[in-house]
Nanobody
Framework: QVQLVESGGGLVQVGGSLRLSCAASGRTFSTFAVGWFRQAPGKEREFVAGVSTSGIGKRYADSVKGRFTISRDNIKNTVALQMNSLRPEDTAVYYC?????????????????WGQGTQVTVSS
């Protein structure tokens, strides 16, 4: 069993930065891949970034490549999402999720555990 809690969301201006954090409980956290997803009002949940169990493998949605960076610390049981050069279209509720996907799947159904989400709002 893994419990996830996101933090770090907020209101930021276009071009600004935010760092989201996902804190996990559970001794098996290091055996799960972790993904960040987001959902904007009226839209489906979409994959943003994923990191493998070791932290070496990473995957990004095309829309955030070069702007967002995912990282994890298996000692502290945390996963971070550094978001730079934010745009209005990045506005959404951001969720972290843990799953046993070997390919860092972009499919939300392959992730078993989810946090409650944190709101990110980018104002223009």
């Amino acid at each position: 069993q893994v419990q996830l809690v996101e933090s770090g969301g907020g209101l930021v201006q276009v071009g600004g930065s935010l760092r989201l954090s996902c804190a996990a409980s559970g001794r098996t956290f290091s055996t799960f891949a972790v993904g960040w997803f987001r959902q904007a009002p009226g839209k489906e949940r979409e994959f943003v970034a994923g990191v493998s169990t070791s932290g070496i493998g990473k995957r990004y949605a095309d829309s955030v490549k070069g702007r967002f960076t995912i990282s994890r610390d298996n000692i502290k049981n945390t996963v971070a999402l550094q978001m730079n050069s934010l745009r209005p279209e990045d506005t959404a509720v951001y969720y972290c999720a843990a799953g046993r996907t070997l390919t860092l799947s972009t499919e939300s159904k392959l992730y078993d555990y989810w946090g409650q989400g944190t709101q990110v709002t980018v104002s223009s």
